[in-house]
C-alpha cells in the first residue's frame, strides 16, 4: 500500500519530524555508442535508445553475446523488460567496427522478487533457470532448475549466493547459515498506515483497531515470522529504514530504532498479520510489544517525496541473519509532504464552456481562477483519468452488429467472449447504472436504435480467440411488445487499422443469417466461432495493443473509496434537485451535470500514492490550455452537455494531440458556425459522440462520458459535428447516435489506464480536494500533462452582482457564507476543466 500524507511524520508509533530537500538530476555527458539509461537496477520495464554519431549502422544483442552484422539491427527503442546484458555495436560507413558498448540491467521480475533461502525447507525461492546458486561462499556455480531450487543438504557454515548466468552483478547474498536447528526470525511485510487521534485508517483493508487518543501521524507496523524450526522467547532490536528503491539496507535513511519487550513466537508462526498474510487489523499488540523507553529516532533526517519503508531484526543467534530485513516484495512506501501552511498561495486555472466573453467573465479569454485556500474550503470534487501516450494506437479486432428497435434504453446489447453463461469477458454497448433509489437506468434515451451498423471495438478479446468463441446477446427488457430484429453480427480481423475505409485480415459472421428476431422480454445469444478458425498470422495480428503503455517513470497508486467517503457522496447526490440550466447574468446559460448514481461512485478510484508520477521539482506556474495540444475555448451553447464538453472536447482532444503529435495552436473557434475550424476538426473531439451515448436527456455527468470514451472510445467532430441544441427544454430531441463510420473512428480514440488491459467500466479517478496534501497531488497531475475535470455551483461563482468572481476573474469566498458553501457542494451542476496553476511568487491576484 502506498499513501499520500500532509505530515512529515512516519515512527513505528512515534513521530518523526523532517524537513523538506531537494534532488537535483544531473545530465550525462556525451558517449561516441550511447545508451538512453546507464546500466543499473531499475525496478519498472526501461525503453532503452541506442545512438552513435555518423555511425552507418548499430547492432545488438540481448543474450549475453557479442554482437556481429548478423544480429539484429537497432532501429527502435528496445524494451527491456527483465534482468539483461544489452551490448551493441556501431559500424563506419566501410562496415568496420566502430564503437562497442556493453551495459547490464537488473531488472527484477513484477512483483518484486528478490531470491531468498529458506533453510528448514532447503529451498532458494524467487530464481529461475537463468540462475545459478553457490553453497560455498562462490567458489563452484550449479544451475537453478526452475522457480524455486531445492539444495540437497545444507549444514551450518554454507553461505549461500545466487547470480544471473550472464548479468553477473545481479548477484544476492542469500547469507551463512549458522544452524539447521533453532528459531529463524524472519522480517515480513512492513504496513503504512496514516492515523488521525482515534484510528489508523488502513487504505487497503478498513480500520486498525487502536485508539491513541490524541496522537497524529504516521505508523509502521512490522510482520514477525519464525521459520525456523524450534520457538522463540525473548527481546530484539529493530531498525527502520526509509529507501529510495525497494531493497532497504544500511547504507538507507535510518529513521527509528526499538527494542521489544520478551515476547514468545512459536515456530511456523507469524505477529502481526492474519493467518492468509493479509494486513493486520489490530495494531494493539504491537504496543504491548514496544519498550518506550528505548526508542531513538532521527529527528535532523529530511526528506520529501516517494519512499520505500522496511526495517531489520538485529537478531544474531538464529539459523540465517540475512532474512532479518524486509525483502523488497514487503516493503510499504509512503509520500513524505510539506505540513500544511496557514496561508496557501496559489491558484488553479480552469476553463469553461461558454464561450469567451459573451458576459460570463470580465477577461475575454474563456478561464478564471480558483484560489487554493478557497478550493479546499469548497472541498472541490476533482475527476482525473490516467493516461501516458507513448504510443499510437491502433484497434486489431472489431464487432459489427445491426439492431432494429424503437427504444435504445429498453434493448440491451453486449458482446462478449467465451461461454455466455460464464463468459471470461463481456462489453456492454449502453451504460447502466442504478439511481439514487435503486432503479435501473439505462444510458441512451428512449428513441429507436440507428438504421446502419453499429461498431465496437474488442481488440482486448483477441488473446482468447483462439481457444474461445465471441458472441452477441441482447436482452429485451421492453415491457410492450417492441421486438427487437438482428440482422447482422461479424467481427473483423485487421493489421494496421487506420480508420472506417481500412481492410480487414479476415471477416467472420454468424453462419445463420438472417439472425432473427428477440421478443419482449426475452433474451438471446449469437454465436461466432473463432476457436481453431483463426490461423497462427491472424492470431499474432489480433493480439492485444495495449494504448497506454506504462513509461518506466510512471507510477500511481489507487485504492477504491472507503464507505464513509462513499456515504459522503451519496448524501450530496440526495440533497436537492441540480437544474440543467441558470440564469446568469441575465441570460439562460445550460450546464447540465448531473448527479452520479450509486453505482457509479462506488466505481471510482483515488490517488494513495503519487510515486514518480512527477519526479522533478514542481514549476511555480503550468498552463496547459497554452500548450499546441489543447482546442480552442468552446461554447456548449443552450445544450447540457457541459461534461462531454471538459472531458472530451477538452480533455480528450488533449490526450489524443499529445499521443498522435497534433498541433492545435491555429484553431479557433467559430461562433458563427458553433464549432472550431474547419481545418482542424478531424483532429478535435467531439461533444456529441459521448453525450448521446452517456446521457439519459437532458445532462451527464463525469463516469458516463469518460465510460463512454474508455469502452467505446470517441470520434471527431468532423465525422459527428456538435447539435447546438437547445435539448433542456426541447423534450423531442432524439439524441441522435453516431454514424456507422463514427463508430469506426472513435476505436482509434479510446482512452484507459496506464498498462492495463481495456476491459474496465471506466477509468475515472476521484479527489476531493480537502488538504494542502491534496493540492500538491493536483499540481503533480498537471505538471504530469493531465488535465483535470471538476464541478462547481455555476450560480455562486457566475451570477451577477452576488458572483464570487472578482472584477479579475478571480473566485473569493471573503462574502460567502457557510450555507452557500454547503449548497455549492450540494449543488454542483457544471463540469469545468482543470488547465493549470500559479502558486507561489508566481501567483498575483491583481495580474493573474
Known sequence: ?????????????????????????????????????????????????????????????????????????????????????????????????????????????????????????????????????????????????????????????????????????????????????????????????????????????????????????????????????????????MDFYASEDPVITEDDHLFLSVTTNEFPLAAGATYGASIDGSPPTDASWFMSLVDFSTISYNTSLELEGHYYIGYRIAEEQELLVQNNWTPPQSVDSIYFTAEEDEEIRGAFKIVNSWGVGNSWEHIPDGSYYLPFDAAVRLKLQVYYTLNNPE????????????????????????????????PIMEKRLQSIFLNLEKESLVAGTQNPYPEHPIVMDISEFAPYLDMHDVFLRIVNTSDITHPATVSSFSIELYDEYEGPDSPSVQTLDVEDAPLGTVESGEMETYMIETAGVLDTYQLSIAQDRERTLQASSFHVEERSLTEEEITQLLDMQRQETIPQERSLGGQIRATGLDPMSESQIRSLKTIASLGSLYHKTLPSEMDLSNTQYFPPIGNQGPKGSCSAFSNAYYIHTYNEAREHGWNLSNAEWDNALGSPSASYLDKIMSPDFTYHLASIGPGSNHVSVISIIDRLGSATWREMPYENVDDIVKDSYTYPWPSEDAFREAALYRSQRPNKNYFDENSVGFIELDSTAKIEVLQHLIASGYCLSTSIWSEGFFDGKDSWMDGKDVISLDGASEEEIIKFKNIADHAQTIVGYQMGDAWDPENP
Open 391 to 422: 504510443e499510437v494506437y491502433h484497434p486489431s479486432l472489431l464487432a459489427s452488429f445491426q439492431i432494429a428497435h424503437q427504444d435504445r434504453s429498453s434493448c440491451l446489447v453486449s458482446v462478449g467472449i467465451g461461454d455466455p453463461e460464464h
Open 1 to 237: 500500500m502506498r499513501i499520500k500524507i500532509s505530515s512529515l511524520c512516519i515512527i513505528s508509533l512515534l513521530v518523526l519530524f523532517v524537513s523538506i530537500s531537494c534532488k537535483q538530476d544531473i545530465p550525462l555527458s556525451p558517449d561516441p555508442l550511447a545508451f538512453s539509461q546507464d546500466g543499473g537496477t531499475y525496478y519498472q520495464k526501461v525503453s532503452i535508445s541506442i545512438t552513435s554519431n555518423h555511425a552507418s549502422a548499430i547492432y545488438y544483442t540481448t543474450d549475453g553475446s557479442t554482437p556481429t552484422k548478423e544480429s539484429p539491427r537497432y532501429q527502435d527503442p528496445i524494451e527491456l523488460n527483465t534482468t539483461t546484458r544489452l551490448s551493441a555495436i556501431a559500424l563506419d560507413t566501410n562496415g568496420a567496427v566502430k564503437h562497442q558498448k556493453v551495459s547490464d540491467y537488473i531488472i527484477p521480475s513484477k512483483p518484486l522478487s528478490h531470491p531468498y533461502l529458506d533453510v528448514p525447507e532447503r529451498t532458494i525461492y524467487h530464481v529461475s533457470p537463468l540462475y545459478e546458486y553457490s553453497k560455498d561462499g562462490g567458489a563452484s556455480w550449479l544451475s537453478c532448475e526452475g522457480p524455486s531450487q531445492t539444495l540437497e543438504t545444507i549444514k551450518a557454515g554454507d553461505h549461500v549466493w545466487v547470480r544471473h548466468q550472464i548479468v553477473s552483478t545481479d548477484l544476492h547474498d542469500l547469507g551463512k547459515v549458522l544452524s539447521t536447528d533453532g528459531y529463524d526470525l524472519v522480517a515480513g511485510q512492513a504496513y503504512v498506515a496514516q492515523f488521525d487521534g482515534t484510528a489508523i485508517n488502513e487504505q487497503d483493508t478498513g480500520v486498525l483497531d487502536v485508539d491513541f487518543s490524541d496522537f497524529t501521524g504516521t505508523i509502521v507496523i512490522p510482520t514477525l515470522i519464525n521459520k525456523g524450526t524450534q520457538d522463540f522467547y525473548g527481546s530484539i532490536d
